[in-house]
């Protein structure tokens, strides 16, 4: 992995968490690309790109970091407590990373995520992959009992048991193993509000920098669904965010039922 020295060190320091910087980029970065999308500085091939990206069923948006499916807020007076989404591990290539995860708000509800996921890093062509969970704005958490290998079927489901507590739970459908960790809001303001339900897969940041992005091909989440108290909704309708650095798309996003597809094109 990228930084292995500050992580090593940072291993150490935490007895044994294997953390990293948290994910503020993401939201903030987000924010950012929803506000200034400006068609008028891109070339006109990534304007045509963009336009038929657009042109779906879904409200769609562009992101520095994100890629993936928002479903923007529940049933009026209801709040999110479980996401759950299933995908294969890739195999990337290219060196350099990506996160693919699932999550409770962050995105409209900006002040704290509760995400679990797995990283795909690339290092000098050596594919690697960890997985984590987070409840933002804390730091990541690596998860060293649940180490995908690619092509394995993995289920991950995150839960919020109060606005301050929750589960993860990652499944290796190959095996049946089933790692769940329990999870607490690091302050009283990085309560959840249960507005917002994703199935995203990022250009995180280690160290205050985006990791350079790999190529992950495709990941597909299946069985995406977020429940409220008193309902279930898949990412139909859900709007829908590509990536986009200096200017050019990276990925094609569509959803169909309980679907999201996160290709990197
Ligand atoms: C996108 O939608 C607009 C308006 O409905 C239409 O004029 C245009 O041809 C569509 N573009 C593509 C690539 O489908
Ligand atoms: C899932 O099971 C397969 C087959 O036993 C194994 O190779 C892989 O490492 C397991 N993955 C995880 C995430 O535990
Ligand atoms: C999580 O909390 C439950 C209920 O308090 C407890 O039974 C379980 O052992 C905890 N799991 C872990 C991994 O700490
Ligand atoms: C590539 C890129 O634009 N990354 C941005 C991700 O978000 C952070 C925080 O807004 C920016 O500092 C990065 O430049």
């Known amino acids: 992995?990228?930084?292995?020295?500050?992580?090593?060190?940072?291993?150490?320091?935490?007895?044994?968490?294997?953390?990293?910087?948290?994910?503020?980029?993401?939201?903030?970065?987000?924010?950012?690309?929803?506000?200034?999308?400006?068609?008028?500085?891109?070339?006109?091939s990534n304007e045509?790109?963009?336009?038929?990206?657009?042109?779906?069923?879904?409200?769609?948006?562009?992101?520095t970091n994100w890629s993936g499916a928002v479903i923007e807020s529940?049933?009026?007076?209801?709040?999110?407590?479980?996401?759950?989404?299933?995908?294969?591990?890739?195999?990337?290539?290219?060196?350099?990373?990506?996160?693919?995860?699932?999550?409770?708000?962050?995105?409209?509800a900006s002040n704290s995520i509760l995400q679990s996921g797995v990283d795909f890093n690339v290092n000098?062509?050596?594919?690697?992959?960890?997985?984590?969970?987070?409840?933002?704005?804390?730091?990541?958490?690596?998860?060293?009992?649940f180490v995908p290998s690619a092509g394995n079927t993995v289920r991950i489901t995150v839960h919020s048991t109060s606005t301050t507590?929750?589960?993860?739970?990652?499944?290796?459908?190959?095996?049946?193993?089933?790692?769940?960790e329990?999870?607490?809001?690091?302050?009283?303001?990085?309560?959840?509000?249960?507005?917002?339900a994703e199935w995203i897969v990022e250009d995180f940041e280690e160290n205050g920098g985006l990791v350079p992005l790999t190529n992950w091909g495709t990941v597909t989440f299946t069985g995406a669904q977020a429940s409220t108290a008193s309902s279930s909704l898949t990412p139909a309708g859900a709007t829908i965010i590509n990536m986009e650095q200096n200017n050019r798309v990276l990925t094609s996003v569509s959803v169909s039922g309980s679907t999201v597809t996160v290709r990197h094109t």
Do not use: C
Request: charged share 15%; hydrophobic share 40%.
């Open 124 to 145: 000098n062509g050596r594919v690697s992959y960890d997985s984590w969970f987070e409840w933002f704005p804390n730091f990541a958490i690596d998860i060293p009992s």
């Open 1 to 44: 992995m990228k930084l292995s020295t500050f992580f090593i060190a940072s291993a150490l320091v935490f007895s044994g968490a294997f953390a990293r910087p948290s994910r503020l980029a993401e939201r903030m970065a987000r924010r950012e690309a929803a506000r200034s999308g400006n068609p008028l500085q891109l070339s006109r």
């Open 165 to 180: 507590t929750g589960t993860v739970t990652l499944e290796n459908l190959t095996t049946g193993q089933r790692v769940t």
């Open 74 to 108: 529940p049933p009026a007076g209801q709040t999110f407590t479980t996401v759950v989404g299933t995908f294969v591990i890739p195999t990337p290539s290219g060196n350099g990373a990506a996160s693919a995860w699932v999550g409770i708000d962050g995105d409209t």
């Open 182 to 196: 329990n999870v607490s809001a690091p302050s009283r303001s990085a309560a959840l509000a249960g507005q917002n």
């Open 48 to 63: 045509e790109l963009k336009a038929a990206l657009g042109n779906t069923t879904h409200p769609t948006e562009f992101s």
